[in-house]
């Protein structure tokens, strides 16, 4: 059960899930660049998580592991969720399909699956205008996507990568309704995703992988290693845990929808491609629907709630 946001507290936390969105609205572009050129999905997760795994080490020193109120299966489903289980998944994903699709199917399906875990585990009861907010948000992420790529074909190895970056976008379900039940603090969150990830993860990597990172180029190791292990993995979790702290499971999910509009919205200063009519269409409709699911107050003060 949770309390409608006022709307100063809805304009703080949809600030802070907006900041998340845009980092990770530019991830799917950077990665997908990295996995078709020097490194592989493999490679990612060791950046990622090498970085920040000894950056927040210290972190989890002092606060501990959050058994108690996680549990191990909690603790499990923290860190498969959107740590190194997941980048392998997403990154994965990559290698078959084109970056659009994991702009669209995974931060754009994710909000979907934390409405219905959280429904489930949390007793969450989404009110008219946030399920309206979803289905809309949902539905035109899917026709954008659809709208984007009508020029690329489809085929076994397209649909794989799609399949996964779903996956994916379940595993960060479980991450955020977990999160919102245990009420962790998001940088221990972080923390806890960097470290657990840096443990299991780094010496299966350098069994299979040895010290092939040693061979990548310099300037672009270094690009990756602070997108990757400090924006991505340290900031966007911080960012994201905050809204999910203010705005709930759901509605700090919802926001992760944005994606697909705000890759749209970045390409414009950054590649000089300006959105179609129907491209900006989506983008209002879209951020219309994410408004109503992630809790925005209406018109005339009524909020929408999900009590």
């Given at each position: 059960m949770t309390t409608a946001p006022t709307s100063t507290t809805y304009l703080k936390g949809a600030a802070?899930?907006?900041?998340?969105?845009?980092?990770?609205?530019?991830?799917?572009?950077?990665?997908?660049?990295?996995v078709?050129?020097?490194?592989?999905?493999?490679?990612?997760?060791?950046?990622?998580?090498?970085?920040?795994?000894?950056?927040?080490?210290?972190?989890?020193?002092q606060r501990g592991s959050a058994r108690d109120r996680l549990g191990w299966l909690g603790l499990a489903v923290v860190i498969v969720g959107i740590g190194a289980p997941y980048v392998l998944v997403a990154a994965g994903g990559l290698r078959f399909a084109p970056a659009s699709d994991q702009g669209a199917l995974n931060p754009g399906c994710m909000p979907l699956f934390v409405a219905l875990i959280a429904a489930i585990v949390l007793g969450e009861n989404i009110s008219v205008a946030r399920k309206l907010g979803l289905i809309l948000a949902g539905a035109l992420v899917t026709m954008v996507w659809h709208a984007i790529d009508r020029s690329i074909a489809w085929n076994a190895s397209r649909t794989f990568g799609d399949a996964l970056f779903l996956c994916a976008a379940l595993?960060?379900?479980?991450?955020?309704v977990v999160?919102?039940?245990?009420?962790?603090?998001?940088?221990?969150?972080?923390?806890?995703?960097?470290?657990?990830?840096?443990?299991?993860?780094?010496?299966?990597?350098?069994?299979?992988?040895?010290?092939?990172?040693?061979?990548?180029?310099?300037?672009?190791?270094?690009v990756q290693a602070i997108f990757q292990g400090v924006l991505v993995t340290i900031v966007s979790i911080v960012l994201y845990g905050r809204a999910i702290v203010i705005l709930g499971a759901s509605g700090?999910?919802?926001?992760?929808?944005?994606?697909?509009?705000?890759?749209?919205?970045?390409?414009?200063?950054?590649?000089?491609?300006?959105?179609?009519k129907t491209d900006w269409l989506g983008i209002i409709l879209i951020s219309?629907?994410?408004?109503?699911?992630?809790g925005g107050p209406l018109v005339g003060g009524n909020q929408p709630s999900s009590t």
């Open positions: 802070f899930g907006f900041a998340a969105a845009s980092i990770w609205a530019g991830w799917s572009a950077m990665t997908r660049l990295a078709t050129t020097n490194l592989d999905a493999l490679d990612i997760a060791a950046l990622r998580f090498g970085v920040a795994g000894i950056l927040l080490a210290p972190v989890v020193v595993m960060t379900a479980g991450f955020t999160m919102q039940r245990a009420r962790l603090d998001p940088l221990h969150a972080a923390a806890l995703v960097a470290t657990g990830s840096l443990v299991i993860y780094l010496p299966i990597y350098l069994a299979v992988a040895g010290t092939r990172l040693a061979a990548v180029p310099l300037p672009d190791l270094t700090g999910a919802a926001l992760g929808a944005l994606v697909p509009a705000l890759s749209a919205l970045f390409a414009i200063p950054l590649l000089g491609e300006w959105p179609s219309a629907g994410v408004y109503l699911a992630s």
